[in-house]
């Protein structure tokens, strides 16, 4: 089951954010980095809680602790407004979209051989890699070490 919204995917949407908030930038916008990295909540302004919704997951996202109690607190909402935010907004529950996140980056992370599985569920918020593989398995089919033998073979095809 691919973790993929209706309009764009979870990467697109937080790209989007950030290229608008840094679009006075002089350094160009690669699309591989991991930029949402780089938000900075402050300069939305107060009534713009819903993209600081977004843009709070995005950035802390790698943090194992990170929950809807803590982005509720960080955008000075009631958790079911956050909650039904996200619903309406991609029709799942926060941690099935936190969860996309955190595998939309492990998938571009996997491509790197350099980095074990292991490495890999710990840098996109994991802090149990059999968690990792369990939630991989669920939403891509297979799992993270299967999917890596995938795209291996596919390179040395091509």
Not at 7 to 36: D, L, W
Request: aromatic letters at 14%.
């Amino acid at each position: 089951m691919n973790p993929v919204a209706n309009k764009v995917t979870f990467r697109n949407f937080i790209y989007y954010i950030v290229s608008q908030n840094e679009k006075n930038m002089e350094e160009e916008i690669k699309e591989e980095q991991v930029r949402y990295k780089h938000i900075e909540l402050d300069s939305y302004r107060s009534d713009d809680w819903k993209l600081k919704v977004f843009a709070f997951i995005g950035k802390e996202y790698t943090n194992p602790e990170l929950c809807l109690k803590m982005v509720a607190r960080a955008v000075a909402k009631n958790e079911k407004y956050v909650s039904s935010l996200i619903q309406e907004e991609y029709r799942m529950s926060f941690k099935r979209y936190l969860n996309g996140i955190r595998l939309q980056e492990a998938k571009r992370l996997i491509q790197n051989d350099y980095l074990s599985l292991k490495e890999i569920s710990f840098l996109v918020g994991y802090s149990n890699a059999n968690h990792f593989t369990r939630v991989f398995k669920e939403f891509e089919g297979v799992t993270p070490t299967i999917f890596r033998d995938e795209l291996t073979k596919k390179t040395r095809i091509s």
